[in-house]
């Protein structure tokens, strides 16, 4: 059975009504797309809401999994703020504790998915790659905990957060405390969810192939349970040192884009009135 990760997309359209604030559902559930191939999520949200549509942050992060013929399909379903001027029609119902989301079972399978269930076949074309992962931004005492890449890597010798890909199945928070566990020795309790973003290119992987490649990134925040010196737990993968680097040196030690934007969070919450930069 070939297995089969993706992302879905969902608005949280809500109208400030004092007391009793209001969420836009159309069909019964909130608005919502598949993110295509090379696609950001506020450009998904925008294809279906219109291109004035202001995405914000991310709310939510849910997961369901079924098979369709013979697919294993694992979906993961990513609720963000979203405000239009002109809503779509639909039922406006109270906020509640639940997130009104489509059924799995209606996300229907496209067939431009299945390419990136297709073996390579020439060497020279690319292969259709979507990876979902997840990273933690983890302060203690004024540092960052800051993973630094391996030669398996692309980046030898660059700084990132701890995290990684989400295996097939899992729940993207689950992935990331096993990750920065493997990655860090660290065990660690997500705290809230921070942004999600989305890069597109073409290049090698570590293993030669030519990939189209698609990384979708949650970044969430993250606490230890006891703060203590980092070890590499899996010797031998992406990750050959683990460091707390303090927020005031980090900047000159090479960070890599998403550990960019993981310094922005954690300096953002560390001095209160100064967001992150807009991504």
Request: negative net charge; proline residues 7%; hydrophobic residues 45%.
């Amino acid at each position: 059975m070939r297995a089969l990760q993706r992302v879905a997309v969902h608005a949280a359209v809500v109208e400030e009504c004092g007391a009793d604030d209001r969420l836009l559902t159309v069909d019964g559930s909130l608005p919502w797309t598949v993110l295509a191939h090379g696609e950001t999520p506020t450009a998904a949200l925008r294809r279906v809401l219109g291109e004035h549509a202001q995405v914000g942050g991310l709310l939510a992060v849910h997961d369901g999994r079924r098979t369709q013929g013979d697919v294993d399909l694992h979906t993961v379903h990513l609720v963000l703020a979203v405000s239009v001027a002109e809503p779509p029609a639909g039922e406006w119902r109270p906020v509640g504790a639940e997130w009104p989301l489509v059924a799995d079972a209606l996300v229907a399978l496209e067939e431009a998915e299945l390419r990136r269930t297709a073996p390579a076949e020439d060497p020279d074309v690319p292969v259709v790659r979507q990876r979902l992962a997840c990273y933690a931004v983890v302060v203690a005492d004024g540092s960052l905990l800051l993973t630094r890449l391996s030669t398996t890597t692309p980046s030898p010798g660059r700084w990132t957060l701890p995290g990684g890909g989400v295996d097939h199945g899992e729940h993207p928070i689950a992935a990331v405390v096993r990750e920065v566990h493997e990655e860090t020795g660290m065990d660690v309790v997500v705290t809230g969810l921070a942004e999600i973003g989305a890069e597109h290119f073409t290049g090698r992987s570590p293993r030669g192939v030519l990939e189209d490649f698609h990384a979708v990134r949650i970044l969430v925040t993250a606490t230890p349970v006891e703060v203590k010196v980092p070890e590499v737990l899996d010797v031998g993968g992406s990750t050959d040192l683990a460091q707390w680097i303090p927020l005031s040196e980090t900047e000159g030690v090479g960070l890599v884009g998403v550990a960019q934007r993981g310094l922005a969070i954690a300096l953002s919450e560390n001095s209160p009135g100064t967001p992150p930069a807009e991504t």
